[in-house]
């Protein structure tokens, strides 16, 4: 069983700049969701996607957009990076339902200059 | 809105003794669900522990336990016989029947030593 892995690890941007990071979900997984984890913080929701379409969103400005994929991959695009974009953003999946947990890939760290 | 609070940022317990971790919530929900989620320096968030709320008995794993008392909405993580490789961030986290989104709280980083 393959679990959920996150490209790339590490990314460096500038203010302004847009960035794609990716997902790839757990075998068998349908739903993925996305969390940013400032330094210190517990993760924040972003946004989750269930069979392509998104389906709750957290309290995020537009620019924060993202896709799933037929084969349940996943992006988060980010617009017009602001310093405090800085994080390290992490996807989840699972199957559907309320009552299956997330599992969590490593992340994905992202660093605005 | 649901909010999650965990009042102890550092905790320390020795090797082989038990340690208890402090998690409350707020919510107007009936049905939910309660999760602990452990975060190594790797980074991966891992799954501890999940608590269902129409579940009166408390959940085990292991050496892991919860202590879900729903009146009072608090839900500890019981670790015994505590182990080098316990040392990570413990983050609590609920979710509603309602809803998708995981809420959690600030964490509680846990030093294991010798």
């Known amino acids: 069983e393959t679990g959920v892995t996150q490209s790339p690890t590490h990314l460096i941007k500038t203010r302004g700049q847009q960035v794609t990071l990716r997902c790839s979900s757990q075998?068998?997984?349908?739903?993925v969701s996305w969390y940013q984890q400032a330094l210190g913080q517990g993760p924040q929701f972003i946004f989750q996607y269930y069979r392509e379409e998104e389906n709750g969103r957290g309290n995020f400005p537009p620019r924060f957009s993202g896709l799933q994929f037929p084969n349940y991959s996943s992006e988060l695009n980010v617009n017009a990076l602001e310093l405090d974009d800085s994080a390290l953003y992490l996807c989840?999946?699972?199957?559907?339902?309320?009552?299956?947990?997330?599992?969590f890939g490593d992340g994905t760290r992202l660093s605005i200059l | 809105a649901q909010t999650v609070t965990q009042s102890q940022p550092e905790m320390s317990v020795q090797e082989a003794e038990t340690v208890t971790l402090s998690c409350t919530y707020d919510t107007s929900e009936n049905n939910y669900y309660l999760f602990w989620y452990k975060q190594p320096p790797s980074r991966q968030m891992i799954l501890v522990i999940r608590q269902e709320a129409y579940k009166q008995q408390n959940a085990t794993e292991n050496r892991f336990s919860v202590n879900f008392q729903k009146a009072a909405k608090s839900f500890s993580l019981k670790i015994s016989d505590s182990q080098l490789g316990d040392t990570a961030m413990y983050f609590c986290?609920?979710?509603?029947?309602?809803?998708?989104?995981?809420?959690f709280g600030k964490g509680t980083s846990l030093l294991v030593t010798p």
């Open positions: 075998s068998g997984h349908n739903t």
């Open positions: 989840a999946s699972s199957l559907g339902g309320h009552n299956q947990p997330q599992h």
């Open positions: 986290a609920f979710r509603a029947n309602s809803g998708y989104a995981l809420n």
